[in-house]
Nanobody, 123 residues
């Protein structure tokens, strides 16, 4: 089992940057594909980015390509999401998640979820 704790959210102006972190418990972090999802008020939880076990493969939602970057440090059991050129429409609660698959973009494929961290982008 994997426990996930996100951090790094906050309030930022449009055009600014934030880096989210997701600390994972357990000794098998490197055996999980990892992903970031987000959920805005009144909307469904949407895929943002995913990364494979070793970090060699990544995938991004079209809305964040070129602005966000997902990475992981398996020695530190930590997942990251670097968010640049933030827009008001990026405002949401951001969740990290773990899947036993190599890499996944589908929400239902993820087995473990963190509690989320709020990101608010002001215009």
């Amino acid at each position: 089992q994997v426990q996930l704790v996100e951090s790094g959210g906050g309030l930022v102006q449009a055009g600014g940057s934030l880096r989210l972190s997701c600390a994972a418990s357990g000794r098998t972090f490197s055996r999980y594909g990892m992903g970031w999802f987000r959920q805005a008020p009144g909307k469904e939880r949407d895929f943002v980015a995913a990364i494979s076990w070793s970090g060699g493969r990544t995938s991004y939602a079209d809305s964040v390509k070129g602005r966000f970057s997902i990475s992981r440090d398996n020695d530190k059991n930590t997942l990251y999401l670097q968010m640049n050129s933030l827009k008001p429409e990026d405002t949401a609660v951001y969740y990290c998640a773990a899947t036993r698959s190599l890499i996944e973009t589908l929400l239902r494929a993820y087995d473990y979820w963190g509690q989320g961290t709020q990101v608010t982008v002001s215009s």
